[in-house]
């Protein structure tokens, strides 16, 4: 029926359904509309949230990072600055020179990054003004190294630098410290945010239920949400420089960002997928990695520094930091968030200022200066090594001790209350600073320039005195010369004090000059005028008066030096100086002069150069002696070395064994004999040296050279002649030194001679003289070096293809016994090449001095009985050989390393016979000899001192505690079984 033909009631009724419809439509499009609009709305709002909070985090991690910037760039300045400092190159100011350009970057950044947060920016602009002033610190000791190394010593010890550091340190822990609990702040609105997203995203859900294309819709837009946050969580992981990873609560791989994949140089995150986090580091570091995870899966957070190299094997460290991913929903864990921060440079950075504090440690346990560390009541509580050895003491001796009551300043009531008084201004903030005698071991007291220091902490407090001293000696001896030469000249000052004179404007001596008369002798009438110019010498009167006419003209001062003749016709030199006196209209009045002799202080003068290019000359022979002393030294050491390993690779071969014990007894005796050329000269040089002279023929004494440098020339492949006069030629001299002069000669004529080279030996009479000429074919003597070649430490050749070379000692000690024998020996050479010549003058005894000569024969070595013998050594090695060695001759033998053992066990042992080492730990061993010796069964036994201290002094003091003989190491076997062959023959002394 068309609608038309329709009843008016029904139409009506079919409309108002209809527009109910329509407004059910459009209250249902309205709704949906709405829930559009709110379903939009939300997320757009969250997501923009999100946005802020992910800024907000970034920036947070960014000045977090800028603030350990800092740290790190100050740290590598003070590490290039600390090495310029100590060494002075320039190498070290690179690294500081980029550390600064870097910090003020990071600097800048930091302001940057804070600018939004006005306490945070407040706070970098201090950490700004921190920073500064610890650059400005650094460059200033730059600048004081270059001026002046000592002051930049005490610049850095004034602790100045480790103050700014604790401060910056502070501050920039405060920061981090802020932008932690922002961090944390951050991070929890972050949490709840995304948590009220969800709720709400839940709730538009339900109202979606209304109709199938609402809720399909709001799921799609769900979906698509969820990608989007996903996407924007994956933006913020990678927009950080850290490793960060995802993992389940087994602690599996989920997902790594890619700044971490970079860092871990990892190609393809899809092979790491589902991996355990924990394999992928090193077994040290696992236990560290599955306790985080477990305790992030309880709800804890975990941070650890550890070890583990990239994928590609590059070594790194990390800074970890492990925590738990909560749901929102009660808080529960789903995953694990693990953050790793390359910490490689900064390790670098903290291992490079360790090993400086070591180098520093080293350095200062190398100076020949004093350093000590003491608490503010005056208690030594460290030190460097130098103040222990030279005055011979331990550091147990003097740490834990009241400073003034240590070993340095015991010798003296008056120097110790004056360093306690030293020590109580210290601590109450004052430097003191004086010159002081420290004592030495077994020395005149050492002057140095001593300062006490306190030392503060960050607050300002007083904790430590630092205590230091410099040795001053030479500079006192410096000063002291200088003081008496200052004191000379002014005694030669007032001496020509009277020497005035006065000219008139025309500078003619018209005036009486009775200072001119008395120095010179000449009469007023000798002088008038330029007479005065005949009392100064003929070479130099010419130019006095030229410069003297020039001076008056130009009105200008008069300097000039000449020679005057003085009253009793010594020439005199004079320092001259004349100035004009002017008139108040700016003409000359007069001149007024005055002549200086200068005589004495040109001589001083001309001696102290002398003596300072002495000193050099010296320094450096000393420089090449012990340079040479240590290659002498080496050179036994070499076959030595492998004469121990040839006796462990020999097995039976007694053939080999015995070639190997006497080339090693060979090269021992050049040591022993290197060292006894050193004592012999140290003997001779203080005058403790004594001849034992006897009547003996020369022929005996050089038949004991010739056999001893026989087996050198055999080496050498060289021809000995010999010639010795059919007479008898006797002297009064000793043995065993007039021995050691023609060995020396006729060893350096071998060492100097080239190998099938040529030495003769040739002895005869001079009238009252016997002459030893010893002669060689070798490299000869250049002319410059005969005049030094007696000598000290003088070297004939110091070319390095030499292996022969000496210490530049034996000839000098030659020249000493021969002076000291009422001899002369001579040098000669016509140059290099042409061989050397070396000629010795003996005073021979007259025919009424010459008894009947025996030739000495040698005597059977005695037969030692079986003994009861002590050996006491701290050295185990020799205690032991020693004791092996008394064993395998029938001896029953007890053996103790340190002092008090050997006196618990003499007690007990009661020994016929006791070798006894000096230096000894716990008891020395001249206490113990002491103690021994007081004992009843101590007094008969023999105590024999086996010792490397051979000096006189040190014999004397032996002599002293009580001991029978006192022997030198390496000790001469066949003289220590003669004495102890004795032991039963003779009582031991008390």
């Known amino acids: 029926m068309p609608l038309t033909d329709r009843p008016p009631g029904r139409r009506d009724k079919e409309n108002d359904k209809r527009r109910s419809f329509d407004r059910a439509v459009v209250i249902g499009i309205a709704l949906l509309v709405a829930l559009m609009l709110f379903t939009i709305g939300l997320p757009y709002r969250s997501t923009r949230a999100f946005e802020e909070q992910a800024n907000s985090i970034s920036r947070t991690h960014e000045v977090m990072a800028l603030t350990s910037g800092v740290m790190l760039a100050l740290l590598d300045a003070e590490t290039g600055q600390r090495g310029f400092l100590l060494t002075g190159n320039d190498e070290f100011l690179r690294p500081y020179d980029a550390a600064v350009l870097r910090l003020d970057a990071i600097l800048a950044k930091l302001k940057e990054k804070t600018k939004d947060n006005p306490a945070q920016l407040s706070r ?188 590609s094997g590059t070594p790194k460290w990390w800074a970890v930091t492990v925590s738990p991913v909560q749901d929102g929903e009660g808080g529960r864990v789903v995953r694990v968030l693990s953050v790793s921060r390359d910490v490689t440079e900064r390790r670098r950075a903290e291992d490079a200022v360790r090993d400086n504090q070591l180098f520093a440690r080293q350095v200062l346990d190398n100076l020949i200066a004093f350093v000590g560390v003491l608490t503010v009541d005056g208690t030594l509580i460290d030190l460097n090594r130098a103040p222990l050895e030279v005055a011979g003491i331990s550091a147990s001796d003097v740490l834990g001790k009241n400073f003034w009551d240590c070993y340095w300043w015991s010798y003296s009531t008056d120097v110790q209350l004056q360093l ?96 001119w008369s008395e120095f010179t002798g000449q009469s007023p009438q000798e002088y008038r005028g330029y007479g005065w110019s005949n009392a100064v010498h003929p070479d130099d009167a010419p130019q006095t008066i030229v410069a003297w006419n020039l001076a008056v003209a130009e009105k200008r001062p008069f300097v000039f030096e000449h020679r005057v003749r003085r009253r009793d016709g010594a020439w005199r030199l004079c320092s001259v100086r004349a100035l004009p006196i002017f008139n108040p209209d700016g003409g000359i009045r007069e001149w007024v002069g005055v002549h200086a002799d200068i005589t004495d202080r040109k001589r001083d003068e001309e001696k102290l150069r002398q003596l300072a290019a002495d000193l050099s000359e010296a320094g450096h022979r000393k420089d090449e002696f012990l340079a040479t002393l240590a290659h002498e030294l080496r050179n036994p050491m070499a076959p030595l070395l492998n004469g121990l390993q040839l006796i462990k690779l020999a097995g039976g071969n007694l053939a080999t064994i015995e070639r190997v014990r006497s080339l090693m007894e060979r090269q021992l005796t050049q040591m022993v004999r290197l060292v006894d050329d050193l004592m012999d000269v140290n003997r001779i040089s203080q005058g403790k040296l ?106 004939v050749d110091q070319s390095l293809g030499k292996s022969q070379g000496g210490l530049g000692i034996g000839l000098s000690l030659v020249k000493r016994l021969v002076d000291m024998h009422g001899g002369s020996v001579e040098a000669r050479s016509d140059g290099l090449g042409q061989g050397s010549e070396f000629i010795v003058r003996l005073p021979l005894m007259t025919d009424a001095q010459r008894p009947q000569l025996a030739r000495a024969s040698d005597a059977p070595a005695a037969a030692m009985p079986s003994l009861r013998i002590l050996v006491v050594d701290d050295n185990r090695d020799s205690a032991n050989s020693m004791t092996a060695l008394l064993e395998i001759m029938g001896n029953d033998i007890r053996t103790a390393y340190d002092g008090q053992e050997g006196v618990d066990m003499a007690e007990a042992y009661r020994p016929d016979a006791i070798l006894l080492d000096i230096g000894l730990p716990k008891l020395n061993g001249y206490e113990a000899c002491r103690r021994i010796r007081e004992q009843p069964w101590g007094k008969r036994a023999m105590l024999i001192a086996l010792t490397g201290w051979g000096q006189d002094e040190d014999r004397q003091l032996s002599h002293e505690a009580g001991f029978d003989h006192h022997l030198v190491k390496p000790v001469d076997l066949q003289a220590l079984i003669t004495i102890l062959a004795g032991v039963n023959a003779a009582p031991a002394t008390s």
């Open 690 to 795: 004594e001849l034992r002279k006897e009547r003996l023929s020369l022929a005996t004494a050089l038949d004991s050279a010739l056999e001893a440098t026989r087996p050198l020339i055999g080496q050498m492949d060289q021809t000995l002649t010999v010639i010795f006069p059919e007479e008898p030629l006797i002297l009064d001299a000793d043995m065993t030194r007039l021995a050691q002069v023609f060995l020396n000669l006729l060893n350096n004529a071998a060492k100097y001679t080239e190998r099938g080279g040529h030495i003769q030996l040739n002895v005869e009479r001079d009238g009252s003289d016997a002459v030893v000429v010893v002669k060689d074919s070798g490299i000869g003597i250049a002319a410059e070096q005969l005049p030094r070649i007696f000598r000290m430490f003088a070297q």
């Open 124 to 311: 970098s602009k201090t950490l700004v003004a921190l920073s500064a002033a610890r650059l400005a610190s650094l460059n200033q000791g730059v600048v004081l190294r270059r001026q002046n190394p000592q002051e930049a010593s005490a610049f850095i010890a004034a602790g100045s630098g480790k103050l700014q550091m604790d401060a910056i340190r502070q501050h920039a822990a405060d920061m981090e410290k802020v932008e932690r609990d922002l961090l944390d702040l951050r991070e929890r609105t972050f949490a709840a945010s995304y948590q009220g997203i969800v709720t709400m995203t839940l709730a538009a859900g339900a109202l979606s239920l209304l109709t199938v294309g609402v809720l399909v819709w709001v799921l799609r837009r769900r979906t698509l949400r969820l990608r989007l946050s996903e996407q924007f969580n994956r933006s913020l992981m990678d927009g950080t420089t850290d490793c960060v990873k995802v993992l389940d609560l087994d602690g599996r791989l989920l997902y790594m960002n890619n700044p971490g994949l970079s860092a871990m140089e990892i190609g393809d995150f899809t092979s790491m997928y589902k991996r355990e986090w924990e394999a992928l580091w090193p077994a040290e570091a696992q236990a560290d990695i599955e306790r985080s995870v477990t305790r992030a899966a309880g709800g804890e957070v975990s941070s650890f520094d550890a070890y583990c190299p990239t994928d």
């Open 420 to 515: 306690r008084g030293a020590c109580e201004r210290a601590a109450a903030g004052e430097v003191v600073r004086y010159d002081v005698p420290v004592r030495m071991a077994a020395e005149a007291p050492l002057w140095i320039d001593f300062q006490l220091s306190p030392l503060r902490d960050t607050e300002g407090r007083i904790t430590h005195l630092i205590a230091s001293g410099m040795d001053i000696s030479e500079r006192r001896a410096a000063t002291t010369k200088l003081l008496e030469s200052e004191e000379r000249l002014r005694a030669a000052t007032a001496a020509v004090s009277e020497l005035i004179w006065t000219n008139s404007s025309d500078g003619l001596m018209n005036a009486d000059q009775p200072g």
